[in-house]
């Protein structure tokens, strides 16, 4: 697995800020933005090695580059063993699939004939096909643009090549760039909060964006055994549902989510009971909050939750696969962090995340993903 | 191979709406209305010509003021949505319905759109509809509202390899067996940026206009009744596509790099046996092979 996002440039750092409880939501530094109040955001150094010298990469390509080069490592894989596999590449994305270059499009208007390099790079820096030209992948390829559940649906499609023999290996994720349209879409929307996230709470004002990429290196077992390898951890479960209801909320009784949820754990094939914490899609918004909350707590009742979006932000079209790899390091350390900036229960949330890092207990986990246009996505992972 | 039957077709295109529109405009043999947009760049004037879809008949499958401020390619991805099942003669809502859809480019007029309440306004009050349209699985999302489809929906996109990731992941939803039918969509929309982006990147070496339109294909697995469908997914040769001929009908549709859905769509308005297959600039191909009905 790899992670990159606000709270660290890999895996390790990532988990070191959420288990000290550290988080530091900032204005935006990357571009700006003329409101009144700046929403903070949470944006990955700017100085980091990820983001030297690559002009024809997309930021949103090199997060991926990067928390892909971490992954490979731990799974010991390199260029030409994936050369010798049959590989796929699922990676969700919102701004990484999308031509919203605002520069370019202002010289545009003014019929000032722009060059077209922000054309090119548009063309050049479909996540996903970037991964598999950047690793001369020839397996099947598709970027998830299912808004923010796509880091949670290309999982479950990498989950499903590898079932029906379409692949023996299949990297898959999420990844996405902070960017200045979403930042004001989100704004417009009135769902931002000006101070940083609290999920949750009963004082909740909105999310915070975010930045960030995870990457899972999923591989049949057969393929496994050739290179002599052993896993770390299964997806065992995955299933998703649409409210069929609004373009941006969800639906208030969260049947869809619900649905979502129970497909996902009879897939893994176990119970309620097995799950040893649920990683929320906690934005931090007061609908999705109310309705993510109500629904945990019919089906978990008192399993701990967290939403590390208080660390991350929310990273849209990654934030799904971030999710799924925090709750794979959650699992193997038997630790869960804090819900950054949780104080008082809100009773329209019908849970309490964890304050606090905690231990916990047990070998399986789900993570939650809502999204705009009512789609609802959950994925359990599950310790050997 | 991956087998799954084909159920009803609903065709936008330049060509007009509906499969008899397409089916038409191919034994005529006449290709549809060519328009052309004057291109200025820093080389000089370049005129692409392009194909545009209009939209019409929406407002038998939903209601007038629910169009009215819906973006022009969501319009063509519900109308199409509408007429595939429409043609099935099927009714299927609710949970065991799935949707995938794919566009090479997204929607691109939306994205613009909101650019330009970003650009008109202020920062402050760009406008959230706008944004919300902007955003590339809005148009499965419309269509899930519209027709009351609870199950699963995803939207991929990956310019010329799109049809074969949408394709691909409908027949492996199909043979997982949760689901009774699978909506397919796959289109692009032309706008004047695509046209510059045309102009700028291909000058006037395109092969045919640039291509719009929407093609929703209602899918059942392969035991249902209809038109039964072999799909093949890869890189490099294509068994289907060596072993028979195959037709190009890009004149009809333009160049798009959805464009797999409408050739299926002409394969099913020619009687015999059809392979069509379209392969990206990387090499990877999806082939379809469809069988007498």
Redo the contacts between chains.
């Keep these: 697995m790899g992670c990159i996002c606000a709270a660290g440039s890999v895996t390790n750092d990532v988990l070191a800020s959420l288990y000290a409880g550290r988080r530091n939501p900032q204005p935006p530094a990357s571009f700006t933005?003329?409101?009144?109040e700046l929403p903070p955001v949470f944006e990955v150094d700017a100085s980091l090695a990820p983001f030297a010298s690559h002009e024809n990469h997309s930021r949103t390509t090199l997060l991926a580059l990067a928390a892909l080069r971490e992954a490979l490592e731990q799974a010991a894989l390199d260029k030409e063993t994936l050369k010798q596999c049959r590989v796929g590449v699922a990676l969700g994305t919102?701004v990484g699939?999308?031509?919203?270059n605002?520069p370019f499009?202002?010289r545009?208007?003014m019929?000032q004939?722009p060059?077209?390099n922000p054309?090119?790079k548009f063309?050049n820096n479909?996540p996903?096909?970037a991964v598999?030209?950047g690793y001369a992948l020839?397996?099947?390829?598709?970027?998830?643009?299912?808004?923010c559940s796509s880091g949670t649906?290309a999982i479950g499609?990498a989950r499903?090549?590898l079932n029906?023999d379409?692949c023996d290996i299949v990297i898959a994720g999420g990844t996405d760039e902070l960017s200045r349209?979403a930042y004001?879409?989100?704004?417009?929307?009135?769902v931002t909060s000006n101070e940083p996230c609290r999920p949750f709470d009963r004082n909740r004002k909105g999310l915070n964006l975010g930045e960030g990429a995870g990457i899972m290196i999923l591989e049949t077992e057969a393929s496994m055994r050739r290179r002599n390898q052993k896993c770390f951890a299964y997806v065992s479960g995955f299933?998703?549902?649409?409210?069929?209801?609004?373009?941006?909320g969800p639906h208030p009784d969260g049947a869809?989510l619900e649905?979502a949820v129970s497909?996902a754990l009879l897939d893994a094939g176990i119970g309620v009971s097995n799950i040893a914490f649920v990683n929320a899609h906690g934005t931090s918004t007061t609908d999705n909050d109310r309705v993510e909350g109500s629904v945990i707590a019919r089906i978990f009742g008192e399993i701990p939750v967290v939403s590390t979006k208080a660390y991350t932000g929310h990273t849209l079209g990654a934030a799904g696969a971030i999710e799924a790899v925090l709750a794979v390091r959650g699992l193997l350390d038997q630790k869960l962090p804090g819900t950054a900036g949780f104080e008082s229960p809100d009773p329209a949330c019908k849970i309490t995340p964890t304050v606090q890092t905690q231990s916990i207990s047990g070998k399986a986990a789900i993570s939650n993903s809502l999204?705009?246009?009512?789609?609802n996505s959950a994925v359990v992972v599950e310790l050997p | 191979m991956i087998g799954a039957s084909l159920l009803g077709i609903g065709v936008v295109s330049a060509a007009g709406c509906g499969i008899e529109s397409f089916r038409a405009a191919m034994q005529s043999g006449m290709p549809p209305v060519i328009k052309r947009q004057q291109v200025?760049?820093?080389d000089g004037v370049i005129e692409v010509p392009y194909y545009e879809a209009p939209v019409s008949g929406l407002d038998q499958f939903v209601p007038a003021n629910s169009i009215r401020r819906m973006p022009r390619f969501s319009q063509m991805a519900l109308l199409a949505a509408h007429l595939a099942v429409n043609d099935s003669g099927i009714k299927p809502a609710d949970?065991r319905t799935g949707?995938v859809f794919g566009s090479g480019?997204?929607p691109?007029q939306a994205?613009?759109s909101?650019?330009?309440s970003?650009?008109d306004g202020?920062?402050?009050?760009?406008?959230?509809t706008l944004?919300?349209?902007?955003?590339?699985?809005?148009l499965?999302?419309?269509v899930?509202?519209s027709?009351?489809?609870?199950?699963?929906?995803?939207?991929?996109?990956?310019?010329e390899?799109t049809p074969?990731?949408v394709l691909?992941?409908a027949g492996?939803?199909l043979?997982?067996g949760?689901l009774d039918y699978v909506l397919v969509g796959l289109g692009d929309e032309f706008c004047?940026?695509r046209g510059?982006?045309t102009a700028?990147?291909a000058g006037n070496s395109c092969a045919y206009p640039a291509g719009e339109g929407f093609v929703c294909l209602l899918l059942g697995r392969s035991d249902q009744r209809g038109r039964r469908l072999e799909l093949e997914?890869g890189?490099?040769e294509s068994r289907l596509a060596s072993a028979a001929k195959t037709m190009r009908h890009a004149r009809l549709y333009g160049s798009m790099p959805a464009g797999l859905g409408f050739e299926i769509a002409a394969a099913a308005c020619a009687e015999p046996e059809s392979v069509c297959v379209q392969y990206d600039t990387?090499?990877?191909f999806a082939a379809v092979r469809l069988f007498p009905s």
């Design positions: 933005a003329e409101l009144p919102t699939c999308t031509l919203n605002e499009y202002r545009f208007r019929g004939k060059d077209s054309i090119k063309l479909n996903a096909l598999a030209d020839t397996g099947p390829v598709a970027a998830v643009a299912n808004a649906d499609l499903d090549w029906f379409v349209t004001l879409g989100f704004n417009a929307l009135q299933a998703s549902s649409s409210d069929a209801f609004h373009p941006t869809g649905r497909q999204a705009f246009g009512g789609a | 200025e760049i820093p949970s949707i480019y997204g691109l994205v613009f909101f650019l330009d970003v650009i202020s920062d402050n009050c760009p406008s959230p944004f919300a349209t902007s955003v590339h699985n809005s499965a999302s419309i899930s509202i027709m009351k489809i609870h199950g699963p929906s995803l939207t991929l996109t990956a310019f390899n074969a990731c691909q992941t492996i939803w043979q997982k949760d004047a940026v510059y982006a700028m990147l997914f890189a490099g990387r090499g990877r």
